[in-house]
């Protein structure tokens, strides 16, 4: 099923497979997007909910200089622009990173479930709940954290997501992003990024080459990074750092 990983640890077991069945459904059709493509362009008009199923995908805004700031990261499992669905328009940016592969569901689709199906509709809800904590925690991190404690935050939410979605094990994952997404993310240049990286790497609480990312000590560079993973709600049961 395309949605298998929709909100896996954060509430899924609340989902009926009735629920499951109907999201699968409502989905009009899928699309392979290659890397580094604008997929929804800021202040235009959108008509349907995109889910991540494979790849990186991110929001971001850029400044009258062409600087962007990335906003968020998301992967599979994600709505990525879901609160387009009551705003009509998004007030920035979303682009591939990563060859992705989409599932489109139709705002006309929307309407339907949030009329019929409550349960669904409170769990659509949820996600854009938690793409505000989110977005919460990423000010703090932006506001209050030096250089080498935002990368470190940042890895540890990327670990923690990943994990949930059977991406990511034993402090291992994949993810295909550059030093300038890092920056992108975290407002800090590229050279501040590569110095962090390798303080990081030298104090042996991450390595981060070729696309493949290591932690060996997951607490630690929690610790440093100041991550609690509270505001990302998942299931009690589930050790976002295991």
Same mark, same amino acid.
């Not at 990173?97 to 705002?107: E, G, M, N, R």
């Not at 769990?123 to 505000?132: E, H, Y």
């Given at each position: 099923?395309? $949605? ?16 499951? *069945? ?7 059709? $899928? ?15 959108? +008509?349907?909910? $995109? ?31 879901? +609160? ?7 007030? *920035? ?5 990563? /060859? ?5 569901? /139709? *705002? ?9 199906? /409550? ?15 989110? *977005?919460?925690?990423? $000010? ?12 470190? +935050? ?61 932690? /060996? ?26």
């Amino acid at each position: 099923m395309l $949605t298998d990983k929709f909100l896996l640890n954060r509430r899924r077991r609340e989902l009926t497979d009735e629920d499951l *069945h109907i999201l699968e459904t409502s989905i009009a059709e $899928t699309r392979d997007v290659a890397a580094r493509k604008l997929v929804v362009h800021a202040k235009e008009p959108v +008509h349907v909910s $995109t889910l991540l199923v494979e790849g990186v995908m991110c929001r971001y805004m850029d400044d009258k200089e062409g600087n962007r700031q990335i906003v968020a990261i998301h992967i599979p499992g994600d709505f990525v622009d879901l +609160h387009g669905y009551p705003l009509r328009y998004l007030d *920035h940016d979303v682009s591939t990173i990563t /060859p992705c592969k989409l599932a489109c569901v /139709p *705002h006309q689709r929307l309407n339907e479930i949030v009329a019929a199906r /409550p349960n669904l509709s409170r769990q659509l809800w949820f996600s854009t709940l938690l793409d505000a904590a989110m *977005h919460r925690e990423w $000010t703090f991190r932006l506001g209050r954290l030096s250089a080498m404690q935002r990368i470190a +935050h940042l890895f540890c939410e990327l670990y923690s997501r990943m994990r949930a979605v059977g991406l990511a094990k034993d402090g291992k994952f994949d993810l295909a992003l550059n030093q300038g997404d890092v920056g992108e993310a975290c407002g800090i240049t590229s050279v501040h990024v590569n110095r962090a990286l390798r303080s990081l790497r030298n104090d042996g609480l991450m390595t981060f080459r070729s696309k493949k990312v290591e932690i /060996p000590d997951r607490v630690k560079l929690a610790k440093l990074g100041e991550f609690d993973p509270s505001y990302l709600f998942f299931d009690s049961d589930f050790d976002p750092l295991g």
